[in-house]
């Protein structure tokens, strides 16, 4: 059994990889510190470190580098040339085994970031909020009767179809973003939000990248589910698309006996309807054709609910 060679174990912690491949095939876990000026980055790599980690089976020293001491014996030399022969081998076949993976889940559904980050049993009493990017903060909220009173409102009358849930569940989880938000500071103006892409968050605990939004979104769907106001879709596991200086997490819901639909608060604003997007498309083309986006939601305030500053929205 071969295993990788420690040089190359550190040097994968060094920059930030785990050498351990997550649950789906396509991904890997990431660690990046909660400090690093380039946490956005974090978005735009999450996704694609497997490759890294299925590939690099030696040091670079046995790979990049021929045998280095003139002592060396021809037996060593030999060693040496094969070290590099079968770890080509191995490169190869760790490619072929991602693509292979990849084509098997062409939705790329996956749980990597539930089962680190969620709570599988979110309450309307104990919501888990991530935030300051990649989760590198978590915080509790609860929305007290009030407060899931205006969310039920979001679903009144009942949707007669699909399409028209979808666009209740936009300004669901808009509303949540802020009712929660108001409680954990996140309901604030998303300024790393820019031209569909995310920037470095410079430290600011409010900021959310892909993977937050990503979580997030799947607690408030679950919570919408299990409150009985979705009839015509189910939340399905996360999904992640891109390419390996661009990819991105987002939430999935799936119409029942139909396809799913990624939903992407990072492309807008906290508090603003987020798109929901055909999965397939989302994944394929980037950056997606969007209608113009809609009005962000209003709290109504009441005195039983907290205030707090949207700044801006």
């Given at each position: 059994?071969?295993?990788?060679?420690?040089?190359?174990?550190?040097?994968?912690?060094?920059?930030?990889?785990?050498?351990?491949?997550a649950?789906?095939?396509?991904?890997?876990?990431?660690?990046?510190?909660?400090?690093?000026?380039?946490?956005?980055?974090?978005?735009?790599?999450?996704?694609?470190?497997?490759?890294?980690a299925?590939?690099?089976?030696?040091s670079?020293r046995?790979?990049?580098?021929?045998?280095?001491s003139?002592?060396?014996?021809?037996?060593?030399?030999?060693?040496?040339?094969?070290?590099?022969?079968?770890?080509g081998?191995?490169?190869?076949?760790g490619?072929?085994?991602?693509?292979?993976?990849?084509?098997?889940?062409?939705?790329?559904?996956?749980?990597?970031?539930l089962?680190?980050?969620?709570?599988?049993?979110?309450?309307?009493?104990?919501?888990?909020?991530?935030?300051?990017?990649?989760?590198?903060?978590?915080s509790r909220?609860?929305?007290?009767?009030?407060?899931?009173r205006?969310?039920?409102?979001?679903?009144?009358?009942?949707?007669?179809?699909?399409?028209?849930?979808?666009?209740?569940?936009?300004?669901?989880?808009?509303?949540?973003?802020?009712?929660?938000?108001?409680?954990?500071?996140t309901?604030?103006?998303?300024?790393?939000?820019?031209?569909?892409?995310?920037?470095?968050?410079?430290?600011?605990?409010?900021?959310?990248?892909?993977?937050?939004e990503?979580?997030?979104?799947?607690?408030?769907?679950?919570l919408?589910?299990r409150?009985?106001?979705?009839?015509?879709?189910?939340?399905?596991?996360?999904?992640?698309?891109?390419?390996?200086?661009?990819?991105r997490?987002?939430?999935v819901?799936?119409?029942?006996?139909?396809?799913?639909?990624?939903?992407?608060?990072?492309?807008?604003?906290v508090?603003?309807?987020?798109?929901i997007?055909?999965?397939?498309s989302?994944?394929?083309?980037?950056?997606?054709?969007?209608?113009?986006s809609?009005?962000?939601?209003?709290l109504?305030?009441?005195?039983?609910?907290?205030?707090?500053?949207n700044?801006g929205l």
């Amino acid at each position: 059994m071969l295993v990788p060679a420690r040089p190359a174990l550190r040097r994968l912690g060094e920059l930030g990889l785990d050498p351990v491949p997550a649950n789906n095939s396509c991904r890997t876990v990431a660690r990046t510190p909660p400090t690093n000026i380039l946490g956005h980055m974090h978005c735009r790599w999450c996704g694609y470190r497997a490759t890294l980690a299925k590939i690099r089976l030696f040091s670079s020293r046995d790979v990049l580098t021929p045998p280095h001491s003139a002592a060396m014996s021809i037996r060593d030399r030999a060693k040496g040339g094969r070290s590099v022969r079968v770890c080509g081998i191995f490169g190869w076949l760790g490619v072929a085994w991602l693509l292979s993976a990849c084509a098997e889940n062409p939705s790329h559904l996956n749980t990597t970031y539930l089962d680190r980050y969620a709570d599988p049993n979110p309450t309307l009493t104990s919501v888990l909020e991530c935030h300051g990017f990649s989760c590198s903060e978590a915080s509790r909220a609860a929305l007290n009767r009030d407060a899931w009173r205006q969310v039920a409102a979001v679903f009144a009358p009942r949707a007669k179809d699909a399409p028209t849930e979808r666009r209740q569940i936009a300004h669901g989880v808009a509303l949540i973003q802020l009712l929660v938000g108001q409680q954990t500071g996140t309901a604030a103006h998303q300024w790393t939000h820019r031209d569909k892409y995310i920037l470095s968050n410079l430290n600011d605990p409010t900021q959310l990248d892909c993977i937050d939004e990503a979580v997030n979104t799947w607690t408030y769907l679950t919570l919408m589910e299990r409150g009985g106001l979705l009839h015509f879709h189910r939340v399905a596991k996360l999904s992640h698309a891109g390419t390996l200086i661009d990819p991105r997490n987002a939430a999935v819901l799936q119409e029942i006996g139909g396809q799913y639909f990624a939903i992407d608060p990072a492309l807008v604003d906290v508090g603003v309807p987020p798109p929901i997007i055909p999965l397939d498309s989302w994944i394929a083309h980037w950056p997606p054709d969007l209608p113009a986006s809609e009005a962000p939601v209003r709290l109504r305030v009441s005195p039983k609910l907290a205030t707090a500053s949207n700044n801006g929205l």
